[in-house]
């Protein structure tokens, strides 16, 4: 599911796909937790499935993911905060359509960076 470069990232950040998300879907190593988890909220809007579970590390990781259908209507990002030098957490409100309802994903999530690269652990979700 490509698309064009000059196309805005679903990620909000208002950029561009290719200079944004893109670089790290094609294999950049995301630089923060934050531009991980945008990329990974883009990569949920673009059905990039390999690349979600690339990127959630190995102790966390599902087998599959599941596969309803969603339609992801934006995000924001709330809060992104170090925890430590390789770790960090990011608060976000993920908006999506699912079964005809709209729905809010109220989540703060754990990031861990190993060998460079952060991954997603887990997260709590806000009620």
Known sequence: MGKAAADVCPCGSGQPYAGCCGR???GEAAPSAEALMRSRYCAYVLGLHDYLLATWHARTRPATLDEAPTRWLGLEVKRH???GDDSATV???ARYR?????HRLHETSRFLREDGRWYYVD?????
């Open 123 to 127: 997260g709590d979700f806000a009620g």
């Open 24 to 26: 790290w879907h094609a």
């Open 98 to 102: 699912a079964g005809g309802r709209g």
């Open 91 to 93: 608060e976000f409100v």
């Open 81 to 83: 905060a170090a925890t």
